[in-house]
């Protein structure tokens, strides 16, 4: 019997457990994920190769999750969730404090903290209907998150039990919480569901078992944009990278994830393949070129609703294969296909098929890039160079809502949920702050 057992083992999870283990309560404390300890996390994605991955890919499953993908902490209420909502922003702050001091503690301060903050860019793009986005961020990228995550799992391994490769098939409820796994049946006093994103069908039909029912299920949905290097230096002169959000048509679209001098690499995610942006510090040689993706939400009534969805659109791009297509915004907007990119001036960082994403994408998420595009324009005071790239499709998944009280309880008593999967955090950041609210908690 354990005091607290945790199924999931990413940000969320060792944030969580870690915490619990600086407290003075001796806790009995088991982890329980059904991917690999870090060391043994290989894809052949990692070499370039293809993903000979047994039930999931261990890029997004194992000790750490995604923390070891990009490892981008983005310390705001801005975007990345609505934790500040459910325990305040200020506290949510003091938290993302808490976890970048802890990252620090285990390696992280070699990657610098640097700010997207600037008041004079926010109030320009205010009057071209653009809002900048702010937030402090530490972005390990790849190889130094794992290193960090290596470094905290060998702090804490000997402390809690962990079970990997383990494949939880019923959870159920008498006097205590039963956990049925491939590797044996364990007893826990309360539990707690951490399994973030790649849990999401499982975190369904378990807790539809326990009698919990979730709500909406949200899906972002955008093309992956590929530009010159230097076409948004005016903004980007006095800081990294920025975020940008525009309003219209009803919806409101963000950009994600942008990279200067990054490369666009394939991700693998719920059997769907798209295109995905990555650092210029990681192992690839850096290109000249600029890529962020452009998300604009949905709300559906179900998860089952949302993956259909995206399945629809993204799968079928991939065409039952690893297909994205990749065309010019010249053609885009004559509505052309895109037949060769051999001659053009920015070149593609990834080897996709060219096509006419108008055939294939719907049109909301196509307007909105051009309307956003146009806003842009007016922003940096230029034309956005016809030649840019754009790529379809990428895809940002979400849990289903599930209702949790302040605390992350929900209407089971000794039930709570952590990370991602509570509905409220969408980021590493978030993740992590609500795993050290959670362990706070759980010691009192």
């Not at 309880?409 to 509570?422: F, N, Q, R």
Request: aromatic residues 8%; hydrophobic residues 35%; proline residues 2%.
């Amino acid at each position: 019997m354990y005091d607290i057992t945790i199924i999931g083992a990413g940000v969320s999870s060792v944030f969580l457990a870690y915490t619990l283990l600086q407290s003075d309560s001796d806790l009995s404390i088991h982890v329980i994920d059904k991917g690999k300890e870090l060391s043994e996390r290989k894809c052949g994605l990692d070499e370039d190769k293809s993903c000979e991955c047994e039930d999931g890919c261990s890029k997004y499953i194992g000790f750490a999750g995604l923390g070891m993908s990009e490892g981008k902490f983005n310390y705001t209420n801005d975007f990345g969730g609505e934790l500040g909502k459910k325990v305040g922003e200020e506290r949510v702050i003091e938290l993302m404090k808490e976890v970048d001091e802890i990252l620090c503690n285990f390696g992280a301060e070699q990657a610098d903290l640097y700010s997207t903050k600037n008041a004079s860019l926010a109030a320009r793009a205010s009057a071209h209907s653009l809002k900048v986005l702010s937030t402090e961020v530490r972005h390990l990228g790849s190889n130094l998150a794992l290193e960090v995550f290596q470094n905290m799992y060998e702090a804490i391994k000997d402390h809690i039990t962990f079970t990997f490769s383990a494949h939880v098939e019923t959870v159920s409820l008498k006097e205590c919480f039963a956990i049925g796994t491939n590797q044996g049946d364990f007893h826990s006093e309360k539990l707690v569901l951490a399994t973030g994103m790649s849990g999401s069908e499982w975190l369904t039909a378990q807790t539809a078992s326990l009698g919990l029912h979730p709500g909406k299920t949200r899906l972002d949905l955008g093309l992956r944009v590929e530009m010159k290097g230097d076409q948004l230096d005016s903004i980007l002169k006095e800081m990294f990278e920025t975020k940008l959000q525009y309003r219209d048509r009803g919806y409101t679209s963000t950009t994600y994830c942008m990279n200067p001098k990054g490369r666009i690499i394939r991700k693998y995610q719920h059997g769907l393949v798209m295109p995905d942006g990555q650092n210029q510090n990681e192992k690839e040689v850096p290109s000249t070129n600029l890529n962020f993706t452009l998300f604009t939400p949905r709300y559906f009534h179900s998860y089952d609703a949302a993956m259909k969805e995206a399945k629809r659109v993204v799968g079928g791009i991939n065409d039952e294969g690893e297909r994205v297509v990749v065309q010019r915004l010249d053609d885009l907007k004559k509505n052309a296909a895109t037949s060769c990119i051999e001659n053009n001036l920015i070149r593609p960082s990834l080897n996709g098929d060219t096509g006419n994403l108008n055939d294939e994408v719907p049109g909301l998420y196509i307007e909105t890039l051009l309307d956003f595009f146009e806003a842009l324009e007016g922003l940096i005071g230029d034309t956005i160079h016809p030649d840019t790239l754009l790529y379809g499709m990428d895809a940002k998944f979400y849990e289903p809502k599930l209702y949790t009280s302040e605390t992350f309880e929900t209407e089971i008593t000794g039930l709570y949920l952590a990370g991602d999967c509570s509905g409220e955090t969408h980021s590493l950041s978030q993740a992590a702050a609500s795993g050290i609210y959670l362990g706070k908690l759980l010691a009192q």
